[in-house]
């Protein structure tokens, strides 16, 4: 799709003097990503002389944006070819759109190159444009107005259409933002640590949260640490509205039963969809294998780890030997069901794995490790996908937070020390104050990966300490730290192998 110019400088002009600081930046990505829904380009290989007079049109002279069609083309304008006073040259075409009174002193200027004769903008496109370009109303009828300036590339004889009229109503966009808050989540109903949901990237406010709900209540909010403005139960269950206001009922969802759920919400339908999530097939999971510590050993295979946010995946971070493994579903039976590749010894960067019933007689494909060294292993059930992962060790890392003695200072942060002869152990000791602290793999950047704990602000008996990359999973989109309650000398012993971690009062 051809991609026309635009006059950012004229833009970045009028932001500048209405002082709406990020409006720029914002409207580049729109302007390119979404304003423009299809351009048609006709290439012309011979001289051709052109003789019509200039004329634009619009499709639709009266137009209502709805957001719920944010992506589609709200308004296609097409022209005349004009005229080249047969000269056989070839002709350039510039748009221009501007409010109804401004005589096109403000216009956006589309330039858009030689041989085209229709764009569309799209709904979305059209509404950031009233909104931050000609500072419009949402829900108010804009008049607008629009030209076609043709130029001939030899002589400099230019053309201008007629105007033509035609009138918008913009809307006011939903939050770009959700978040699940209440007694029926794992983080209570604290505005500032509520868990975010995803916001779906081809539907227009629709959001979706995985996870293990309690019986409880919860309802949702657009901005962490503000309990307004909030998305509460509306005629029904199966609806949402918007409470902007302490005076409007706080109508909450509720939870009877714990289990794992998928809600969908949609913040322009202004509907809700709560669904529980089917169960997985297996809460506990095993690897056996001479490539493990415990071998062939079925009766005591090697435990694998179920993920924290997803019921479907399990985990295994070990030193693993040259040699086979493959995964039962329980001990002691080595006629029972396992988890296994489609072929035998496939490379580990094959992702295919397979439940197979251990009364169908299976053939005995194993997955084997080549070479020595330190794994990551993610299974899941549900996707039957596997990735073995080899772990290549950081050589560094620190803690940052205000209870360490850096403070929040991400260029020189606390550093941790290196175990000799072990390079998956970390250690610090000494003084913590009162406050929080997460692990970065690099320093300078706070937006990097992190060991970070399952849940925020876990008791310092808990020593679970998660490999996150950035925006991977609630742990770094809620960032996740640990917090010391009690001011004092401490030991903290972390293993990024294991991904475990010791906080111990000295």
Known sequence: MFIPSINFYRIGKIVRQNNKPGILITSFCFFILMLFFGCKKTENFSPIKFNTKLALSASDSSIVLNEANANNSAITFNWTTGSNYGTGSSISYTLQIDKKGNNFSKALKNQLGKAIYTVNYTTAGLNTLLLSYWNASAD???????????????????????????????YKPVSKT??????????????????????????????????????????????????????????????????????????????????????????VALTINVTKFAAPAFSQMWIVGDATPNGWN????????????????????????????????????????????????????????IFVLGSTNPPDNKWQITTAGPYKIQLNIQSNSIHIMPFVPYTSLWMVGDATPAGWNINTPTPML????????????????????????????????????????????????????????????????????????????????????????Q
């Not at 000494?430 to 602290?437: H, Q, R, S």
């Not at 690099?442 to 925006?471: E, K, L, M, W």
């Open 140 to 170: 108010t009828a804009v008049q607008m107005q629009a030209r076609i300036i043709d130029s001939v590339s030899s002589g400099g004889r230019e053309d201008t259409s007629a105007v033509i009229n035609f009138t918008i109503t913009p």
């Open 178 to 267: 959700l978040y699940i808050l209440g007694d029926a989540t794992s983080k209570g109903w604290d505005p500032t640590t509520a868990i975010a949901l995803t916001l779906d990237s081809s539907v227009a406010g629709l959001f979706h949260f995985q996870g293990t709900l309690t019986p409880g209540q919860f309802e949702f909010i657009t901005t962490l640490g503000s309990l307004l403005p909030s998305y509460v139960e509306g005629t029904d269950t199966a609806h949402i509205i918007l409470r902007s206001s302490t005076n409007q009922p706080d109508n909450r969802f509720t939870i009877t039963a714990t289990d794992v759920y998928q809600i969908d919400v949609n913040l």
């Open 298 to 353: 079925i009766d005591a295979p090697n435990k694998m780890k179920l993920d924290v946010y997803n019921p479907y995946i399990f985990r295994y971070n070990e030193v693993l030997n040259v040699g086979e493994f493959k995964m039962p579903t329980d001990t002691g039976n080595w006629n029972g069901d396992f988890y296994r590749p489609l072929i035998n010894h496939p490379a580990i960067t094959d992702t295919d794995a």
């Open 418 to 505: 290196p175990t000799p002869g072990d390079p998956y152990t970390f250690t610090y000791t000494g003084p913590l104050v009162v406050g929080e602290f997460k692990i970065p793999v690099t320093t300078g950047n706070f937006n990097c990966p992190y060991f970070r704990p399952a849940t925020n602000h876990p008791p310092i008996t808990d020593t679970s300490a998660q490999y996150v990359p950035v925006n991977s999973n609630p742990a770094d989109v809620n960032d996740f730290k640990w917090y010391i309650t009690t001011p004092g000398n401490y030991k903290v012993t972390f293993n990024q192998l294991y991904e475990t971690i010791y906080i111990q009062p």
